[in-house]
């Protein structure tokens, strides 16, 4: 069975940081690029950033600069660091796991950024 499992949201001050997780179970977790998604009330999910295996990675450009991913292919888990949060980045944040053939996604975190 395969399991994505989110973590880290939760309420943050704008300008401070978070670090989301997704632990990956079930999966050749090497054999996956691993993307992180959000969906802000009211507007589409949007792609934040990937990381293919080879540790490769892509941003949105929204959070260029601010957010970082990475991967530990021994814990079969991805990190995306954000820092400098603003308002706008308020959204649920899903993992997602893809490999051309197979399409895999989190249950989603909460991500709140407010004063």
């Known amino acids: 069975q395969v399991q994505l499992q989110a973590s880290g949201g939760g309420l943050v001050q704008p300008g401070g940081s978070l670090r989301l997780s997704c632990a990956a179970s079930?999966?050749?977790?090497?054999?996956?690029?691993m993307h992180w998604h959000r969906q802000a009330p009211g507007k589409q999910r949007e792609l934040v950033a990937s990381?293919?295996?080879?540790?490769?990675?892509n941003y949105a450009d929204s959070v260029k600069g601010r957010f970082t991913l990475s991967r530990d292919n021994a814990e079969n888990t991805v990190y995306l660091q954000m820092n400098a949060l603003k308002p706008e980045d308020t959204a649920v944040y899903y993992c997602?796991?893809?490999?051309?053939?197979?399409?895999?996604w989190g249950q989603g975190t909460l991500v709140t950024v407010s004063s």
């Open positions: 997602n796991a893809f490999n051309g053939y197979r399409d895999y």
């Open positions: 079930g999966i050749i977790f090497s054999w996956y690029t």
């Open positions: 990381i293919r295996s080879t540790g490769n990675t």
